[in-house]
Every structure is written in structure tokens, then in C-alpha cells.
């Protein structure tokens, strides 16, 4: 093998490498939002009227007059991070994953959600503000144990 084929050989590697290297990199990072205004976001929620059907832990909505009682609440006790994939997921595929809190029949019918698509007018800012708004409305609480000593014999 001459020098050249051998450069060229470790030149291929190195890009290999990196591509290998960088794949892994987005995997784990997933992906990352622009920083949103949870301000903005409270006021898209109920612009967007978020709020027919849904409370949010810890916020006190407006009342939409003439509307039903909201039946979905958002935020509040959870045991794992909601993480703003999670609640992206949540906004613009609602039939992704289903609520777990809820009886399926509350929440979907024929396994579809309740919920409205916005996709096609909702905007990406107000998305990005919503899940900043919505976030830290959920407050991770770590599973009870019981922790049984069994007796050695
Ligand atoms: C017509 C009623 C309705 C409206 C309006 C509505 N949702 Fe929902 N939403 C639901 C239902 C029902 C669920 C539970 C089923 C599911 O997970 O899709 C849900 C679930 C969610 C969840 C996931 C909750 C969880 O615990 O997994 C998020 C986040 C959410 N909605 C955000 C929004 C936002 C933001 C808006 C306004 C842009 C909105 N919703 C408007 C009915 C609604």
C-alpha cells in the first residue's frame, strides 16, 4: 500500500467517524426548541381556546361563556418529565398518546382524540410559547415505594 492510498484510506475513516459520531449526537439530543414566552403562551392558549376544554394546574382561566365545563386537566402530578417533545407530541399529533389519566372513552373516540388538529393555524411561535407555558405546570412527583424487609431464615 503507498502513502497516498493509505492517506486517502484515513481520510475516509475520519469522515466515517464523524458522521458516526454525529449521528449519535442528534439522536441523543433529540431536537431543541427556540426559547418560547410563557406569557405569549397563556394568551395563545386562550386565544386558540385551548381552555374549552382543558384547566391547567396552578392557572386560573377565563370561563368560556356558554361552553361545558373543561374535562382535561393539564399540568399538575405527574411521575415522569413531561419534556417539550412530549407536549409538541401532544399538540400536534393528540392521537399519538393518548392522556393516561383519563378512561380512553373520555378522551377519543374510536381511539382517535378529542382533540382538535391546529396544525394548519397554529402557529410555530405559538406553539414553542404554549409548551413554555405549559411545562413547568407539571410537577414530577417520584413513585411511593413500600419497602418490604422480609425476614431471613
Ligand atoms: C375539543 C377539546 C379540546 C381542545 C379545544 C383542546 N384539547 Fe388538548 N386534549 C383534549 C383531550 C380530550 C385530550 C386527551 C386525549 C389526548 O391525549 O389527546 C387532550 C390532551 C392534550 C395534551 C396532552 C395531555 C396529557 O396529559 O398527555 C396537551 C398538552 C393538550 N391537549 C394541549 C392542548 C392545547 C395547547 C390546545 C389548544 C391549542 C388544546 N389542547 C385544545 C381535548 C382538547
Not at 373520555?106 to 406553539?127: C, F, I
Request: hydrophobic share 40%.
Amino acid at each position: 500500500m503507498n502513502a497516498r492510498t493509505l492517506i486517502a484510506l484515513l481520510v475516509g475513516c475520519l469522515i466515517a467517524l464523524t458522521a458516526c459520531d454525529r449521528e449519535a449526537y442528534m439522536s441523543q439530543q433529540g431536537f431543541r426548541l427556540p426559547d418560547g414566552d410563557a406569557e405569549a403562551g397563556r394568551k395563545a392558549f386562550v386565544y386558540l381556546q385551548c381552555h374549552e376544554c382543558h384547566t391547567v394546574a396552578g392557572d386560573d382561566l377565563p370561563e368560556i361563556a356558554g361552553a361545558p365545563q373543561p374535562y382535561v386537566e393539564l399540568g399538575g402530578k405527574v411521575a415522569s418529565v413531561k419534556t417539550y417533545g412530549d407536549l409538541v407530541t401532544s399538540i400536534i399529533n393528540p392521537s399519538h398518546r393518548l392522556a393516561t389519566r383519563y378512561a380512553e372513552q373520555v378522551v377519543a373516540d374510536d381511539g382517535e382524540s378529542k382533540m382538535h388538529v391546529y396544525n394548519s393555524y397554529m402557529t410555530v411561535q405559538q406553539l414553542v410559547d404554549i409548551v413554555m407555558y405549559l411545562q413547568p405546570t407539571y410537577d414530577v412527583q417520584a413513585p411511593e415505594y413500600h419497602y418490604r424487609i422480609y425476614p431471613l431464615s
